[in-house]
T-cell receptor, first 117, second 115 residues
Framework: EAGVAQSPRYKIIEKRQSVAFWCNPISGHATLYWYQQILGQGPKLLIQFQNNGVVDDSQLPKDRFSAERLKGVDSTLKIQPAKLEDSAVYLC???????????????FGPGTRLTVL | AQSVTQLDSQVPVFEEAPVELRCNYSSSVSVYLFWYVQYPNQGLQLLLKYLSGSTLVKGINGFEAEFNKSQTSFHLRKPSVHISDTAEYFC?????????????FGKGTKLSVIP
């Protein structure tokens, strides 16, 4: 079974530029997550989708970050404009549909390492 | 609000020696607890989880962890480490009952196994 795919793996941009990351979850996984992992810290949830709807985006800096999952499968995360402090690894994860208080394991992709100069 | 504290940022240990990586959490409600491992330039892989039932949880690669509710701890242990265990380990918590099942991670512990 294929895992969570992410691209690109690495990206270097200058501050104030725009960047987009792509994620393809495991087939059949309705729930998709984007995490930001700053060097020396644990991952922090940015946004969670269930199918193509947003479940939680309370920690997404909405003035510069946006994410979409139009057809309930692939997702893109965009930063516009980027700041130096956005340098981090952006992880995508997916899980089966969350329902009825049952937890389903999140499977993580390899991440995209963003460097903002 | 939930939070996770990993008391050691780096743990060096000799090969075949035992290791314990410490994790404490705070949450006002029932929790699910997890340990993830991250190898260089890779994503996170689940080592083990506690959802309910027995407080001693066994995971992959010979790791185990014990949920201690009174001490709000979930320490990770392995009786004999290998070079291949060199990686960063993250403890995480979910407060059950929160609809989004948001994982809150600790800052991680880098385990270095010395030959």
């Amino acid at each position: 079974e294929a895992g969570v795919a992410q691209s690109p793996r690495y990206k270097i941009i200058e501050k104030r530029q725009s960047v987009a990351f792509w994620c393809n979850p495991i087939s059949g996984h309705a729930t998709l997550y984007w995490y930001q992992q700053i060097l020396g810290q644990g991952p922090k949830l940015l946004i969670q989708f269930q199918n193509n709807g947003v479940v939680d985006d309370s920690q997404l800096p909405k003035d510069r970050f946006s994410a979409e999952r139009l057809k309930g499968v692939d997702s893109t995360l965009k930063i516009q404009p980027a700041k130096l402090e956005d340098s981090a690894v952006y992880l995508c994860a997916s899980s089966l549909l969350l329902s009825g208080g049952n937890y389903n394991e999140q499977f993580f992709g390899p991440g995209t390492r963003l460097t903002v100069l | 609000a939930q939070s996770v504290t990993q008391l050691d940022s780096q743990v060096p240990v000799f090969e075949e020696a035992p290791v314990e990586l410490r994790c404490n959490y705070s949450s006002s409600v029932s929790v699910y607890l997890f340990w993830y491992v991250q190898y260089p330039n890779q994503g996170l892989q689940l080592l083990l989880k506690y959802l309910s039932g027995s407080t001693l949880v066994k995971g992959i690669n010979g790791f185990e962890a014990e949920f201690n509710k009174s001490q709000t701890s979930f320490h990770l242990r392995k009786p004999s480490v290998h070079i291949s265990d060199t990686a960063e380990y993250f403890c995480a918590v979910i407060s059950s009952g929160a609809g989004s099942y948001q994982l809150t991670f600790g800052k991680g512990t880098k385990l270095s196994v010395i030959p």
